[in-house]
């Protein structure tokens, strides 16, 4: 079982920029896609943003032009570069493998809070 570590979050005015990253402990270089999660107060977690192993990503309309997802194969690791931050955008961020079945057991996720 793969376990995933979330870091970067943090308190970021608005406007402001935040780069998360995700490490893995087992190789994720065979795993198709590679996404980041949140999941806001009284509301459910939502895929925000999805990378294949060859690189093709989506994005939720909500981030689309200001979130940028990668993944470093050789070092397990995923990252979500934020930038323009808004209000909204204040959530628990966790990374998984949207297309593994059964899922991957959750991380402690992240806590990005952006104030305006």
């Known amino acids: 079982q793969v376990q995933l570590v979330e870091s970067g979050g943090g308190l970021v005015q608005a406007g402001g920029s935040l780069r998360l990253s995700c490490a893995a402990s087992?190789?994720?270089?065979?795993?198709?896609?590679m996404g980041w999660y949140r999941q806001a107060p009284g509301k459910q977690r939502e895929l925000v943003a999805s990378i294949t192993s060859g690189g093709r990503t989506t994005y939720a309309d909500s981030v689309k032009g200001r979130f940028t997802i990668s993944r470093d194969d050789a070092k397990n690791t995923v990252y979500l570069q934020m930038n323009s931050l808004k209000p909204e955008d204040t959530a628990v961020y966790y990374c998984?493998?949207?297309?593994?079945?059964?899922?991957?057991?959750w991380g402690q996720g992240t806590q990005v809070t952006v104030s305006s």
């Open positions: 087992g190789s994720i270089s065979s795993i198709f896609a």
């Open positions: 998984n493998a949207p297309t593994v079945v059964p899922v991957w057991a």
